[in-house]
């Protein structure tokens, strides 16, 4: 996704922080696009950051991937997606993929990329049409040390 210096070292961010900051941003998404998110929709997973060989440290690194739904009627999403976009322009992001439709029918789609902070965020049409989800992925991150993550 970039070419930084692979020594650089990682971001420090607690899980829940990450989680917070996730929601607050596909949060902030949503009021942009006029849209709702259903909170009992919200999902967080992590997992263990996984280097260029398959190699994984023991030290507690880790990817988050944030995803929330939000109801919305389907031909409001192309609009939805619209306004998100002009934001994220605006707020330094790289849009890495775009589309309002797919052969004529609704299929919205948003891909971005935050340089500054290597995350991607998306919004897209579900299977399911009335939906909007909204997702964010991080790069690897690196939790607080803590006594019992030293200690192993």
């Known amino acids: 996704m970039s ?4 020594n650089e070292p ?12 996730a929601q607050h941003m596909t949060e902030f998404m949503a009021q942009t696009a006029g849209v709702t998110l259903n909170p009992s929709s919200t999902g967080p997973t992590f997992e263990a950051c996984v280097g260029e060989k398959g190699e994984v440290a023991k030290d507690g690194r880790y990817t988050m991937s944030y995803a929330v739904y939000s109801p919305a009627p389907l031909d409001q999403h192309p609009e939805a997606v619209r306004k998100i976009r002009a934001m994220l322009e ?3 992001f790289t849009i890495k993929g775009y589309r309002e439709t ?30 909007l989800l909204f997702q964010i992925n991080t790069r690897c991150l690196m939790p607080p040390a803590t006594p019992s993550a030293t200690s192993s």
């Open 3 to 6: 070419t930084s210096d692979p």
């Open 10 to 21: 990682l971001p420090v961010m607690a899980t829940q922080d990450a989680q917070g900051w």
């Open 90 to 92: 605006q707020q330094g």
């Open 102 to 131: 797919v052969n004529g029918k609704v299929a919205a789609l948003l891909d971005a990329f935050q340089p500054s902070g290597r995350y991607l965020v998306s919004v897209e049409t579900t299977v399911t049409k009335e939906l």
